[in-house]
């Protein structure tokens, strides 16, 4: 059975902080893994990694993947309130299937 | 690019009526799409996968005569739930995948949250 590990499932931090977001998975074909976040209604997308060490870079947010050690890091650097939001991560396996893990909720304050 | 629609955004129906939700793909070809269910402080579950043109494929404990889906054309999927209860009241939301862009993946419909009395 495909797993998903987010960790921690809940942040608190101030605004202007450096997050970091752990997303740990074991499944089988896997093909990428994505990054989304949620607020009120469905997910966005964020990133979608498939090479190991390649970081991707948008604004203040990077994530980067470790497919020998099966983990993904998701980093929000300079903190604002609009990042407060579920982030969930979901390896993609085969037939374009996504199994997401249970998510951070990160709260920044002012 | 990559827009998913979901209509309606929010349903309120009496117990033992059936409820049909809409999925677009809207300026591309969605040759997979996905429902999924989310209840509330909880993760998406994805219920079913279906291809258009075929049978939807469901994950373990959805039952397929509860959860009708059709997937008619390339770019519209709708899930019925038929004689819904009010255990069934969650926020569904489809996804599409197709050649999209540069990316190919699930891009995500806006979700339906549907109330069950």
């Known amino acids: 059975e495909d797993k998903v590990v987010q960790s921690p499932l809940s942040l608190v931090v101030h605004e202007g902080d450096t997050v970091t977001l752990n997303c740990s998975y074991e499944?089988?074909?896997?093909?990428?893994l994505l990054w989304y976040k949620q607020e009120k209604k469905a997910p966005t997308f964020l990133f979608m990694l498939?090479?190991?060490?390649i970081e991707k870079k948008s604004g203040r947010l990077s994530s980067i993947l470790d497919k020998k050690e099966l983990f993904s890091i998701l980093n929000i650097t300079a903190t604002q309130t609009g990042d407060s939001a579920i982030y969930l991560c979901?390896?993609?396996?085969?037939?374009?299937?996504?199994?997401f893990g249970e998510g951070t909720q990160l709260t920044v304050n002012p | 690019g990559a827009v998913v629609s979901q209509h309606p955004s929010w349903v309120i129906c009496k117990s033992g009526t059936s409820v049909k939700i809409e999925c677009r793909s809207l300026d591309f070809q969605a040759t997979t799409m996905f429902w999924y269910r989310q209840f509330p402080k909880q993760s998406l579950m994805l219920m079913a996968t279906s291809n258009e043109g075929s049978k939807a494929t469901y994950e373990q404990g959805v039952e397929k005569d509860k959860f009708l889906i059709n997937h008619a054309s390339l770019t519209l999927s709708t899930l019925t739930v038929t004689s819904a209860h009010p255990e069934d009241s969650s926020f569904y939301i489809c996804?599409?995948?197709?050649?999209?862009?540069?990316?190919?993946?699930?891009?995500f419909g806006p979700g339906t949250r549907l109330t069950v009395l």
């Open positions: 979901a390896p993609e396996t085969s037939g374009s299937r996504l199994t």
């Open positions: 996804s599409a995948a197709g050649l999209a862009g540069v990316e190919d993946t699930q891009y």
């Open positions: 499944v089988t074909n896997f093909r990428s």
């Open positions: 498939t090479s190991s060490g």
